[in-house]
């Protein structure tokens, strides 16, 4: 699943490790759903577009692979 976290986090200006601490999940959790290694629950898909307050479309996109 491709997503736009960083994209979203440099607009609000914030690292990783600020947008984990929010969320209640380690830096190394964003790292790998940035990467694309990691595919977070709906919960914290949710949390995401919420902190950033947009839509989950608006920060992921499925593909099939």
Same mark, same amino acid.
């Given at each position: 699943?491709?997503?736009?976290? #960083?994209?979203?986090?440099?607009?609000?200006?914030?690292? +990783?490790? @600020?947008?984990?601490? &929010?969320?209640? !999940?380690?830096? +190394?959790? $964003?790292? @790998?759903?940035? #990467?694309?290694?990691?595919?977070?629950? =709906?919960? =914290? @898909?949710?949390? $995401?577009?919420?902190?950033? #307050? !947009?839509? $989950? &479309?608006?920060?992921?996109?499925? &593909?099939?692979?």
């Amino acid at each position: 699943m491709k997503n736009r976290i #960083k994209v979203f986090r440099a607009m609000y200006d914030l690292t +990783q490790k @600020a947008l984990a601490d &929010e969320l209640g !999940v380690t830096r +190394q959790t $964003i790292l @790998a759903i940035e #990467k694309g290694k990691y595919d977070p629950s =709906l919960d =914290l @898909a949710f949390k $995401i577009a919420k902190r950033f #307050k !947009v839509t $989950i &479309e608006d920060v992921f996109t499925y &593909e099939k692979e």
